[in-house]
């Protein structure tokens, strides 16, 4: 067994409440522990200098109760502010250079990086239609066959909107419906004639 | 009757490409008449989704659209010159032949039509921020944005080497 628990025998012997048979290990451990006897002394002179003070009258006992709560509350606030340093606080000083270096990593791969420097570019220029535009075409001049199956598309994307708006009981002038022959689409946008419901 | 409003300007715009295509037939390439084709297309589109995304009252649409087509009709001109405008600095590149005076009145031409091709959407888009609620304002810059975005994207897309073309 541990001093600890003979030290806590030592306290219960001098309280009277220890059994013959744990005394006997007590007496049997203070012949070779010295530490444990001086702690029984220790404990002895303790309790002497106690005996020595005066009878506490039971009409003190509410203000000592009140001081007792007073120096309870005190130590407690103590104790929080003298809080012992966590793990996570010593290291924090190791954290915060490990984020920040981790945070310069991800700005250099996610957002330096040539390629996406392009792409913050755009979306600059993405907020004005009329960039978007000449962006646009720029790239679809350098070839004609991509420019055509692209207004074909937005052909189409025209075509889903129109329908969802369900325009079909009106009419269109007749030049209006001439104007989509340009795009070798031989249907009118917006009219019932233009097979609009078998293209789609 | 919001429908037919939209109708009315959407005729309106693409009439004007008409006009616009068929002043232009004569004097320049297939290559820029389906740039006209494909920018009316592009701007009717926009409309539409803007009007939906918007869900602009039969006030606002009437209000707004007209100046719509008002703006579009100055834009799309500017844009045909600056088409024209890059398309020659191109050729003085590749030429050789250009003085610096050349070159430097064709960049001068270009930041000049740019100036005022984005001096024209602007003026626009203060006229409609003017006639939209905060709600609609910030729903139309996201709507910029995306539609924007959905271009360049959809051109991408297609030019990707897997990409059948027909």
Redesign the interface.
């Known amino acids: 067994m541990k001093c600890t628990h003979y030290q806590k025998l030592i306290s219960d012997r001098m309280d009277g409440s220890l059994s013959p048979a744990s005394q006997k290990k007590l007496e049997t451990h203070l012949k070779t522990c010295r530490a444990c006897r001086l702690y029984e002394e220790e404990l002895k002179g303790i309790e002497a200098e106690i005996r020595k003070l005066p009878a506490v009258e039971p009409e003190n006992l509410a203000v000592l109760e009140g001081e007792l709560r007073e120096r309870l509350v005190r130590v407690e606030a103590e104790k929080r502010t003298h809080k012992p340093r966590s793990w996570g606080l010593k290291l924090a000083p190791a954290l915060a250079a490990g984020a920040f270096l981790v945070m310069v990593a991800l700005y250099l791969l996610v957002f330096n990086r040539p390629a996406e420097r392009d792409q913050n570019l ?2 600059a ?17 350098s ?9 074909e ?3 189409n ?2 075509f889903e ?2 329908k ?2 369900n ?1 079909e009981e ?1 009419t ?2 007749e ?2 419906q ?2 989509t022959i ?2 070798d689409v031989n249907i009118n ?2 009219t019932e004639k233009s097979g609009l419901s078998e293209g789609l | 009757m919001i ?2 409003i ?2 009315i300007t959407l ?1 309106g715009l ?2 004007i ?2 006009l616009a ?1 068929q002043k232009a037939s004569g004097q320049e390439p ?2 820029q ?10 701007v ?3 409309a ?2 803007m009007t ?1 995304v918007l869900e602009l009252t039969e006030q606002q649409t009437a209000m707004i659209f007209p100046e719509l087509n008002r703006a579009e009709k100055e ?1 799309a001109e500017l ?1 045909r010159q ?2 024209l405008e ?1 398309r020659n600095l191109r050729q003085k590149i590749d030429s050789g032949k250009s003085t610096d005076e050349e070159f430097e009145a064709g960049v001068q031409k270009i930041r000049e039509l740019r100036h005022n ?2 001096a024209r ?1 602007q003026a626009f888009e203060d006229f409609l921020f003017s006639r939209l609620t905060p709600v609609q304002k910030a729903r139309y ?1 996201i709507f ?2 995306e ?3 959905g ?2 994207e ?2 991408q897309r ?2 990707q080497p897997g990409q059948k ?2």
């Not at chain 1, 070839?143 to 207004?151: F, P, S």
């Not at chain 2, 008449?33 to 592009?42: E, P, S, V």
């Open positions: 755009d979306l220029s993405l907020m004005s239609f009329e960039d978007s535009y000449l962006a646009l075409t720029q790239t679809l001049n070839d004609e066959r991509l420019n055509e199956v692209y207004n598309e937005i052909l994307s025209i909107e129109v969802d708006l325009l009106l269109y002038p030049d209006y001439e104007q340009d795009n946008l917006l | 429908k037919k939209l109708l005729i693409n009439l490409f008409l295509g297939r290559g008449m389906q740039q006209g084709n494909l920018r009316r297309n592009l009717t589109l926009r539409l989704r939906q834009k844009q600056l088409a890059i091709i984005q959407e810059i910029s944005l539609f924007n975005r271009l360049m959809r051109a297609l030019r073309i027909k």
